[in-house]
């Protein structure tokens, strides 16, 4: 069963610091990896999409990369800014189903 | 506002009651998910629509829920006899059918109708 892990679970940093969070799957049969981020009590935002085939992705400031083999993946955040506060969550699309997982999230908290 | 709309967004109910949640998807998307997500977690699927049929179900969606989409359009989401367990935030995302297989999609998400059950 595909598991996912996200390190770590909350992460407070001053405004303008650059930062990574980490996600882990335990099966690389996969068909692509997802970043979201979750605003509280609100639904998901996808910020990156990166299919099995390609090592990274870039939109803005973010950046994701994906090694399979290694079963991580790594969302890099450049400047970051107090807007930048959310929960940020990985989830994984297995190659055999369509039941998406999803890791618990990193709690970033990015202080003015 | 043309994204993806859940109706209630907050339901508080005893134990034993039933309730029903609605999802309007984005209007030109033939994909409709149901996810449930507790408190610190991440979401948890519990079933997928293409169109009006129901094509996929977790081991989650235990007896008590039920999932309709009748006209391949809204879909409601329905919980029997609810227990304390169920409370959590359900969030319901839509997606277009890119291709056969689901997980080539891009999925958007609602903002989630949370459930408090006591």
């Known amino acids: 069963k595909q598991e996912v892990t996200q390190i770590p679970a909350a992460l407070s940093v001053p405004e303008g610091e650059n930062l990574v969070l980490n996600c882990s799957f335990t099966d690389s049969a996969i068909y692509n990896l997802q970043w979201f981020r979750q605003d509280p009590g609100k639904g998901l935002t996808s910020l990156l999409l990166?299919?099995?085939?390609?090592r990274e992705q870039t939109s803005g400031r973010l950046n994701a990369s994906l090694d399979k083999s290694s079963g991580r993946s790594t969302l890099y955040i450049a400047a970051s800014q107090p807007g930048d506060s959310a929960t940020y969550l990985c989830?994984?699309?297995?190659?055999?189903?369509?039941?998406?997982?999803f890791g618990a999230g990193t709690r970033l908290t990015v202080k003015p | 506002d043309t994204g993806v709309s859940q109706d209630p967004r907050h339901k508080i109910t005893k134990r034993g009651q039933n309730v029903t949640f609605r999802c309007d998807p984005i209007s030109e998307h033939n994909r409709l998910y149901w996810y449930r997500q507790t408190l610190g977690q991440g979401p948890e699927f519990l079933t997928y629509?293409?169109?009006?049929?129901?094509?996929?179900k977790s081991r989650l969606l235990s007896d008590r829920f039920s999932a309709e989409r009748p006209k391949g359009s809204f879909s409601t989401l329905e919980i029997q006899r609810t227990e304390q367990g169920d409370s959590a935030m359900y969030l319901c995302?839509?997606?277009?059918?890119?291709?056969?297989?689901?997980?080539?999609?891009?999925?958007?998400f609602g903002p989630g109708t949370r459930l408090t059950v006591l």
């Open positions: 629509f293409q169109n009006e049929a129901q094509l996929e």
């Open positions: 995302a839509s997606s277009l059918k890119g291709t056969d297989n689901p997980s080539t999609d891009t999925q958007y």
């Open positions: 989830a994984v699309s297995p190659l055999y189903d369509n039941d998406m997982r």
């Open positions: 990166i299919q099995s085939s390609q």
